[in-house]
Nanobody, 123 residues
């Protein structure tokens, strides 16, 4: 059974940094495509960043240049380094995983999800 557990959320002032981590119970073809999503209060879910099994990444425009997604296969962990945080980055952040075919970076629907970790950025 695949389980994803996020950690690292918290409260920070604008301009600060946070690093989110996600531990995946099983790393396989079915979890090679991984991503971070967020949902702000009253808004829809947004894909922040994704990483394909072979390493290429993609970012939402709002995250580009400020966030970095990375993966450590040896530890079955996915990370999201968030710098220069803004109040509009506030929301619940979710780790997600899906099969690792070549449609990964264009995919917005993922099969496996974590429970989420809250990020709050104050002005």
């Amino acid at each position: 059974q695949v389980q994803l557990v996020e950690s690292g959320g918290g409260s920070v002032q604008a301009g600060g940094s946070l690093r989110l981590s996600c531990t995946v119970s099983v790393y396989s073809y079915n979890t090679q495509c991984m991503g971070w999503f967020r949902q702000a209060p009253g808004k829809g879910r947004e894909r922040v960043a994704a990483i394909a099994g072979s390493g290429p990444t993609t970012y939402a425009g709002s995250a580009k240049g400020r966030f970095t997604i990375s993966r450590d296969i040896t530890k079955n962990t996915l990370s999201l380094q968030m710098d220069s945080l803004k109040p509009e980055d506030t929301g619940m952040y979710y780790c997600a995983a899906d099969r690792g075919d070549d449609t990964c970076l264009s995919r917005f629907e993922f099969f496996y999800w974590g429970q989420g970790t809250q990020v709050t950025v104050s002005s």
